[in-house]
């Protein structure tokens, strides 16, 4: 029953692209974790993008994400298929 008891919700502060933001969460590590990744992926679209804007270095690297989940859903899902058929 233990695994099934939620942790308590921690407060937390990430940094993404130069900017705080103050966070609640049961995960502080994962969550920095994925801070961390969405941060290295906006510096690496504003190198590529050569653009100040903030807000489209964020819509950028949005849209770059969710390919790539897109994609990872793509494989998993025919993976799972594949399993289903033996």
Do not use: C, H
Request: aromatic share 6%; proline share 2%; no cysteine.
């Amino acid at each position: 029953m233990d695994k099934e008891r939620k942790r308590e919700a921690q407060r937390i502060v990430v940094e993404i692209y130069g900017n705080s933001y103050p966070l609640k969460t049961d995960n502080p590590d994962r969550l920095e974790k994925l801070a961390a990744e969405v941060d290295r992926k906006m510096k690496q679209m504003a190198r590529s993008v050569r653009s100040f804007d903030d807000r489209k270095i964020a819509v950028l690297t949005a849209l770059q994400i969710a390919e790539e989940y897109q994609d990872l859903r793509a494989d998993y899902d025919e993976l799972v298929e594949l399993m289903d058929e033996k």
